[in-house]
T-cell receptor, first 113, second 113 residues
């Protein structure tokens, strides 16, 4: 069966510090991968998605970036965090027999102070 | 651009009352999916509807896809405290195959015991 792992689960970072969130998917090949952000009590904002290694589509201009160095690995980064970057970050995947159904990781709570 | 709208944004009900959330798309959808996010958790896939007028049931949850495939509803009969959470609908984007999905902003359900 397919599983998705995302880490770290929580982090508190000072303004201006870098960020790296990692996500890996197991049990499937060539998945579509996504990064979403959810502000407190709000909806899901799609940040990036990738249909293959090195292929990244950005949905919202911001100081975040994403990379897909391996087929089942997706990384969200920032060189300098802003207060407004605080939120709940969700990695997700779709593809294979599951079609376009999206399966989310457990999320990473980021607080920028 | 393509939009998926959900109403209401919030709903507070007494335990045992019924609950309905509605989803409307600005475009015809090939399919629609529903997700549930418990407080502090990540969205979890509930169901997918594909056919015009389709109705599916999961215990006390009834999902319906409109005849024109532009709207959908989720009805919960006799709510319980375990139903608390945010319910999202999502549909495929136009002209992008089946990825990524466009999510509604969700309906947050509170159940008062």
């Amino acid at each position: 069966s397919q599983t998705i792992h995302q880490w770290p689960a929580t982090l508190v970072q000072p303004v201006g510090s870098p960020l790296s969130l990692e996500c890996t998917v197991e049990g499937t090949s060539n998945p579509n991968l996504y990064w979403y952000r959810q502000a407190a009590g709000r909806g899901l904002q799609l940040l990036f998605y990738s249909v293959g290694i090195g292929q990244i589509s950005s949905e919202v201009p911001q100081n975040l970036s994403a990379s897909r160095p391996q087929d089942r690995q997706f990384i969200l980064s920032s060189k300098k965090l802003l207060l407004s970057d605080s939120g709940f970050y969700l990695c997700a995947w779709s593809g294979g027999r599951s079609g376009n159904t999206i399966y989310f990781g457990e999320g990473s709570w980021l607080t920028v102070v | 651009g393509q939009q998926v709208m959900q109403i209401p944004q919030y709903q507070h009900v007494q335990e045992g009352e019924d609950f309905t959330t509605y989803c409307n798309s600005s475009t015809t959808l090939s399919n629609i999916q529903w997700y549930k996010q418990r407080p502090g958790g990540h969205p979890v896939f509930l169901i997918q509807l594909v056919k015009s007028g389709e109705v599916k049931k999961q215990k006390r949850l009834t999902f319906q896809f409109g005849e024109a495939k532009k709207n959908s509803s989720l009805h919960i009969t006799a709510t319980q405290t375990t139903d608390v959470g945010t319910y999202f609908c999502a549909g495929p984007r136009l002209h992008s195959g089946n990825t990524p999905l466009v999510f509604g902003k969700g309906t947050r359900l509170s159940v008062i015991a």
